[in-house]
């Protein structure tokens, strides 16, 4: 019937998921539940994405109390709100245009947000300076992502563009890659060693792909999603990665959204930018490096609203131009996105009326994110058939799971990979929803697992029980 | 420096509008104002955009209290908000995952809000059946709108792919056609008879197309943006429409994001779905229609909280499932923009305590743009060297200028488009920021500026007191 018989091949590319077929399943035992059917679980535990209200933990009272007020500035009368909160929003809305949540934004986004986020990257680099024109507010880090490499991407010339990326590496990156017409160079990094990344893995990665492709740029995750160096990547590390792609002359992306996220003992965040800044010149005013962030991650987790930033460093005036009109032709971000980054970079101070509670807030997640690392890692590594290499940062454990060969086997007569078949069997029999290792791409003949960290304790504890039991059934199953 | 030397053509084919340099004028010249320069004016009106809030009307009531009650729960233990806010708003938080806004929804929208808009549709279509299978809920309209271009675009042969768009035409439309790599094709809707669109013109450009490109769908805007087949088409005018595209197996476009748009004595929004219904088989059966809604526009007026949706017909599954893919494994869209939208689909009952409020707020709005439809009509129409169809729906006045040779030579001089000048002198002298027509596609030597005129009365009279006095001081400079 359709005269759409021709549909671009980037499209064909963007495949579903093999995490799909887990969450439509999850659709059905929900509905299941609700007719009454007996499991032996009452609800699915869900921590197949990374954000934190998904599983238990609640927003942050400071965020939501001045998005509220935003929205409804008639809540600003009232004195139930603190009065720092009523400050706030007032102060926001005066720099939304007709003093309206509701109205667009610049779409480079509000320049009293973009002024603040510069003044605290400059902060939190030790005074390494930021510009406000070197930085996009957009609807969530991914997009701005995809605008970057919409600019890194040449879909002109025979030769396809070629982009490195981690493996394991979060799906989106790896699909907005394919979507462009480009093509996703993996780099394994070394789970043996805490999921460190060795350059000589880039440069192997690097020559086997210019026999096929045009390799511009390297994208990292760090902190890792899934997993990444140790979680948390190491300043030495990091400037091996600088040398490296200034020797190649590759672009660094750098996915910074885990920054807020560490919590390893000898683990700290430092960003790329600060690094090479560090390294002095000729490196720190040639490498051109663009760094994401995002309000959907670290505490504030407000995945639902949809912001996020990045800041550009060291590019050419004239691809600067291209970028500019990129991001600004279009509609502007969410407004409430754009809110909830400027309130993540500039909390509460420690003389104002909310900081108490923030900071009761902030701990107790900071306490269950670490504890449930640890907690996670001493369960898994305690299975048969599991390893789990520490959790110093990021969202994420993201085990091994050594699958029994008949495992392996049913697997493959059921047309599912051997880990998407695992999760599924998790989800059924114990209800848990997780992410398979094959979404995001691992070694050939590893399987993997994602769980979500960011959780109620209480979940937490309830997961592994049921994960536990659950495995020591399957091995016997399987063995 | 950069290795950047090859950026796709695509991207270079991604411009910056006439209308930046008026918004980075109007910034400057807020400064001034701000820093105490004298001008013949306090503040700039700005009637560039088509955002309600922007210019001093206020958001629905309604509207906002449900959206802050799911932000901060808390609210809803308050009786300060009625009874019927805090059911909504609990039952909106029981569709959320974890019951926070703050969680990633599935990424096509939240079912049951999805399921809502479906009998929305049906309700509107008088009975025409929609089903939630075939809408998927977006960051905004245009966002829907280019996922589905990615379908139609085919990339991979030597021929582009064409789009007829109406001319003028809302900007943001024809980039997100030029950076997909495809050939926007200019229909021209003829002003003189109210901007009626004319099957003729469709032919004519579509025949003109084939020689360099390979049209295969046709977009409409109705009611219109900047301006429309007397801002709102008739059914015959649809029929014509539908049974063109049809013989000439073009996809229907059809964006229809003013519906709630429509003030004329004698017109009335329908939309092409219920058209096409009732033109009966073969036709209801084969024609493929995607139409677009926001809760941008119409009273609602959202446009920070970027929420869209876009409806589906007639497609064939296997380019459904390839929709459902690019659909389905980004993120989701804001959360706050998803609810918008059910609210605006799903107003208040004349029984629920709400009503009253709503109901007059909406009804001030109505009675608001149509006193200032024929407001602007009227005076410009009075104005020598202007002339403005009649304002029946959509939210701008478009009118055409007659600019004396002079001016246009001068702003041949200044290196602006003849109607960029106009607007910048007009931003200069009277305050007034407008938008040109040459960022729309006019006529060739025809001139046009486009005002939103959803906004205040009082501010209304005031733009056009200031325009009428700058135009005739204008003209008498140039005559």
Redesign the interface.
Known sequence: ????Q???????N????EY?AL?ERTNQIREELRQGVRKPYGDVI?VS?G??????LK?LSFV??V???C??PQ?MN?D?LPADVRHRAQRLLES???????????TAGIPEIVQRLSEFITRRDGGVPSYPENIYIS??S??ALTNIL????????PSKTGVLISAPCH??TT?SIL?L?AVPIPYYLNEDEGWTLQVEELQRALESAKKFCNP?ALYIINPGNPAGPRHVQSTSSMQEVIRFVSEK?L?LLADEVYQGCVNGDNSKFVSYKKVLAEMGPPLSD?V?LASFHSASKGFT??????GGYVELVN??P??MK?IH??F??????????QIALDLMTNPPKPQEPSYPLYHQEVQHMRTTLAENGKKACEVLNSLPGFSCQPVEGGMFAFPRVFLPPRAIQRAKETGMQPDTFYCMRLLEEAGVLSMPGCDFGQKEGTYHIRLCIVIHKDIMENLLRHLANFHQKFMMDFC
């Open positions: 019937m359709s005269f759409l021709k549909i671009s091949s980037n499209v064909k963007i495949k579903q998921l799909s969450a869900d994405f954000d934190p209200h998904r599983a238990g927003p939501r109390q998005l509220a007020a929205l409804y809540l009232s139930k939304c245009v007709g003093e309206s949540v509701g109205s667009y934004t610049a609807p969530g991914q997009w919409k600019i890194l991407v040449n879909t002109d010339g799906s989106i699909l979507g017409g511009v002359r672009f040639t051109e987790g407000e995945c639902g609203l949809r590019l050419d004239v691809v291209h009109t990129l600004t032709t279009g509609s502007c971000a969410p407004v409430l996105g």
